[in-house]
C-alpha cells in the first residue's frame, strides 16, 4: 500500500526537482492524490485504479496510474486547461504464474520514454507507480 503522504522522491518534474502528493482518499481499487502546497484554482491530480474482469485463466487486471495537472491557458490566460499523462497496463493475471513479463513491459515502455540512457537507470519495476501497475497495489 502507498504511504499517505509522497514527499521522498517517489514523484519528479521534468526538472528532476521533487514534487510531494497528499493522499484524497482511498478508493476500493483506487488511490487519489493531490499537490502539496498546489493552488486550489490550478489542482495537479496523481491517481490509481484498477479493474479486475474475468475468472480463472481468463481473469486480467487493468491498472492506470495517471497525472492531471491543471495549468493556465498560454493563449488565453484566463482559460484552465488540463494536460494528462497516463500508463495503463492490461495483465492476463489469470495466466501467469509471474509477473516478469509484464515487468519487462513495463521496463521496456518506461525507457522508452523517459530517458535517452545516459545515466544508470534501473527498469526493475520496484518504484511506487509501477508496483501499483504491476501488483494491482493502492
Known amino acids: 500500500m502507498l504511504a499517505l503522504t509522497l514527499n521522498t522522491n517517489e514523484v519528479k518534474n521534468s526538472a528532476g526537482t521533487e514534487i510531494e502528493f497528499q493522499?484524497?482518499?482511498i478508493e476500493p481499487r483506487g488511490h487519489r492524490y493531490s499537490q502539496i502546497g498546489e493552488s486550489p484554482a490550478l489542482p495537479n491530480r496523481l491517481s490509481i485504479n484498477h479493474t479486475e474482469?474475468?475468472?480463472g485463466?481468463?481473469?486480467?487486471?487493468?491498472?492506470?496510474v495517471r497525472v492531471d495537472i491543471s495549468s493556465a491557458s498560454t493563449v488565453d490566460t484566463s482559460q484552465v486547461v488540463t494536460t494528462s499523462a497516463y500508463i495503463v497496463m492490461d495483465i492476463p493475471v489469470g495466466a501467469l504464474t509471474t509477473l516478469s513479463v509484464p515487468t519487462n513491459a513495463l521496463a521496456q515502455l518506461t525507457s522508452f520514454v523517459s530517458t535517452l540512457g545516459g545515466t544508470t537507470l534501473l527498469y526493475d519495476g520496484t518504484g511506487n507507480g509501477a508496483q501499483c501497475l504491476l501488483n494491482g497495489a493502492i
Open 23 to 25: 493522499s484524497l482518499g
Open 53 to 55: 474482469v474475468g475468472s
Open 57 to 64: 485463466i481468463k481473469a486480467r487486471r487493468r491498472s492506470v
